[in-house]
């Protein structure tokens, strides 16, 4: 692995865990919406994470597509017990 796919890689996990919290705020913000419908401080703050959280998913599928373009690397363990399917599906990717 190189350092930018380690880079995306960390990257990627980070605005995942903060795409899921975002999530997390929108439920709770929606409900205190519930509870409260005419406050406008949370239905500003739900538009503003949700704003947010659109972006984030952009980074994402951005960073994906990225990740998606470099290269590969298969590690194959030559010690491992392979049965026979496994062993002619190694020897057909070699190729």
């Known amino acids: 692995m190189t350092d930018t796919s380690v880079t995306i890689a960390q990257r990627l996990a980070f605005l995942e865990r903060e795409l ?4 997390r705020s ?3 913000m929606e409900h205190e919406l519930q ?3 005419t406050d406008e401080w ?3 703050r739900l538009g503003a994470i949700y704003a947010v959280a659109g972006q ?3 980074k994402i599928r951005e960073l994906r597509a990225e990740q998606s373009r470099q290269i590969t690397v298969i590690h194959f363990d030559r010690d491992a017990e392979l049965d026979d399917a496994a062993d002619l599906a190694w ?3 070699l190729c």
Do not use: K
């Open 56 to 58: 984030t998913w952009s």
């Open 20 to 23: 899921d919290r975002l999530g």
């Open 42 to 44: 949370s239905g500003r």
């Open 35 to 37: 509870q409260n419908p």
């Open 26 to 28: 929108a439920d709770d």
């Open 91 to 93: 020897r057909r990717a």
